[in-house]
Nanobody
Framework: QVQLVESGGGLVQAGGSLRLSCAAS????????MGWYRQAPGKQREWVTT???????NYADFVKGRFTISRDGAKNTVYLQMNSLKVEDTAVYYC?????????WGQGTQVTVSS
């Protein structure tokens, strides 16, 4: 059974930083895509960033230059380094894994940025 476990959310002041982690287990995940979505209160879930096993990364325009996704292939873990956080980055952040034609989701971790 595939599981994604996220950690690292919390409360931070605007301009601060947080690092999220997402560990995948349950398969070898030899070729996959992992990344993050987020959902703010009253809004739809939106894509944030993606990384592939080939090393390709993509970012939504609203996080470019501030967020960095990285992965530890040996641990099937991805990280999201979030710098220069803004109040509008407040949301529940969801990790996802696309593998073998399926998409799996983490439970979500709350990120709150105060002014």
């Amino acid at each position: 059974q595939v599981q994604l476990v996220e950690s690292g959310g919390g409360l931070v002041q605007a301009g601060g930083s947080l690092r999220l982690s997402c560990a995948a287990s349950g398969s070898d995940f030899s070729i996959n895509t992992m990344g993050w979505y987020r959902q703010a209160p009253g809004k739809q879930r939106e894509w944030v960033t993606t990384t592939t096993t080939s090393g390709r990364t993509n970012y939504a325009d609203f996080v470019k230059g501030r967020f960095t996704i990285s992965r530890d292939g040996a641990k099937n873990t991805v990280y999201l380094q979030m710098n220069s956080l803004k109040v509008e980055d407040t949301a529940v952040y969801y990790c996802y894994l696309a593998y073998a034609g399926k998409i799996y989701w983490g439970q979500g971790t709350q990120v709150t940025v105060s002014s």
